[in-house]
Each structure stands twice: as C-alpha cells, then as structure tokens.
C-alpha cells in the first residue's frame, strides 16, 4: 500500500447500500465499514458520506414503495437514518472503530458560522481517530428533498462540499456504474469506460445523460457536478463502482478504477 497518507471522503449511494427488494445489503455494508476501517489503520483520515435513509426507512415501516408525500418522506428519513447508523455502529464497531452521525441541510453550509462550527467538529473527530458519517438531514430538511434543482443532490454534491469544507485531497463517489462513459452503458453495448478527465467542459455534461437506478435518484449528471466542485479546489475526485468495496485497495495502490477527474 501507499505509504502517502490521505484525508478521504467516500460517498455511498442508496444502490450500494440497499438490494434490489429495498432491504439493507448486510454484505456490502460490512464489507465497507471492514474496507475504510483498514484505509483509516493505513494512516489515512477517512469520512463517509451516506444516503439511503429514505429507501431504508421506507421498507422498514413496510410502505408499498418509495413514498411521494413529503411527510411520509421525512418519517421514512428518521427511521431509515436510525437504521444505517445503527448497522454502521455495528460494522465499524467490530473493527475497533468509533463513528458519529453528522446530519447537514443547506443552511449549514450557507451561513459562515455554522459552517465555520461545523468544519471545527470535522476537524476534532478526525483528530480523535473517529469516522464520520454524513447525511442529508432528510427528516427536517424539506426543501432539499422536493426541489428539482437540488444544492446535494442525492448526495453527491453534498460529498463534495464536505470535501472542501475538511480540506479532503481526495473524493470518492461509489455508484452502481464503472465510471464514466462516452454513452449510456444501459443504452449501447459499445460504450467505452473514460479512465481519466482531465477538464469538464460543456462537452462531458452532454455526455453524463439523466437520472440513476430505480432505487437511488442521483444520475451521472449529479456526480459530474460534484466532480467539477470538488476538482476546482484541488481535489482528486473519482467515480467508481461500489459493488465490490474491495476495489478502494486498488485505488490506494494507485492503480486505474473507474474514472479519475483531475484536480485543477
């Protein structure tokens, strides 16, 4: 391994922590909280970024199906939320590591003092070896969940912005594609995997396409913002799949996964 050490942010979408039937992937959640507990042992600061609150909530209460009422959203968000910290408590736990929640909506990133406040708290539990877990404050935060245009969207752009508010080197954002394509994956069989971006331009937006998987809502489109934040300010960002968290080994080791945009 690497003998650089680094300040990680690792985002994780709702089709990386759930299955196809809604339930929590008890695997793949052991097998990343096993994962970034031996890249944190390596030296490295390590913050996780996760979604699936709703997904997770919903079919614990046993609603038919992603609920559409925002009051049935955000309750679905504070029994969702319990549930991953829990597992997450778990997992991490088991490999000696002591995690925290950290839930944000847009005011605390806009207004300086609470941003200020907040990137102290990231900076103390660093400091004191803890692993940080992150989230859309879903059960309150009504105005992120309906809005079309959303400042995280889904999460990725939320990964981002915790990025630069910790003064990350590098991002990483686990979806449930490769990388980015030259096309639609789904669409063409003939589309071809981009190992590396070295400038966002109008051009790579036309090919990012529209929305995600059927279980989470954040498309390509939403990691290539983040991306295009979080590389304006000098951070290494990639978009990998989360499938196999086995895979951020060879990430450490350098070698190319996915899709790697450069920092400016």
């Known amino acids: 391994m690497t003998s650089k050490k680094h300040r990680i942010v690792i985002k994780v979408g709702t089709s990386t922590l759930t299955n196809e039937n809604g339930n929590s992937n008890l695997r793949r959640i052991e097998l990343l909280s096993r994962v970034l507990s031996d890249i944190q042992n390596m030296g490295n600061e390590v913050i996780l970024v996760s979604s699936g609150a709703i997904a997770v909530g919903a079919n614990k209460l046993h609603l038919p199906g992603k609920p559409k009422e925002m009051r049935m959203k955000q309750a679905a968000a504070a029994v969702g939320q319990c549930e991953n910290m829990f597992l997450y408590d778990k997992f991490f736990g088991e490999y000696g590591k002591t995690v925290a929640q950290i839930l944000l909506n847009a005011e605390d990133i806009r207004q300086e003092v609470k ?13 004191l070896g ?34 630069i508010l910790c003064r990350a080197d590098r991002l990483v954002i686990l979806s449930d594609i490769d990388g980015f394509y030259d096309r639609d994956p789904r669409l063409y069989k003939n589309a071809n995997l981009i190992r590396q971006i070295d400038e966002i331009t109008d051009e790579t937006y036309e090919l990012a396409g529209g929305a995600g998987s059927r ?45 790697l945009f450069k920092a400016k």
Request: aromatic share 6%; hydrophobic share 40%; net charge negative.
């Open 115 to 127: 941003k200020e406040n907040l990137a102290n708290t990231f900076e103390s539990l660093l400091e």
């Open 130 to 163: 803890v692993i940080p877990i992150v989230n859309e404050n879903d059960s309150v935060s009504y105005t992120e969940i309906e809005s079309e245009e959303k400042l995280f969207g889904d999460n990725d752009m939320l990964s981002a912005v915790v990025a």
């Open 215 to 259: 279980r989470g809502t954040g498309g390509m489109r939403t990691k290539l913002q983040a991306a295009d934040l979080a590389t304006a300010q000098h951070i290494d960002t990639w978009v990998l799949n989360g499938s196999d968290p086995v895979i951020l080994y060879k990430l450490m080791d350098g070698e190319p996964v996915g899709t």
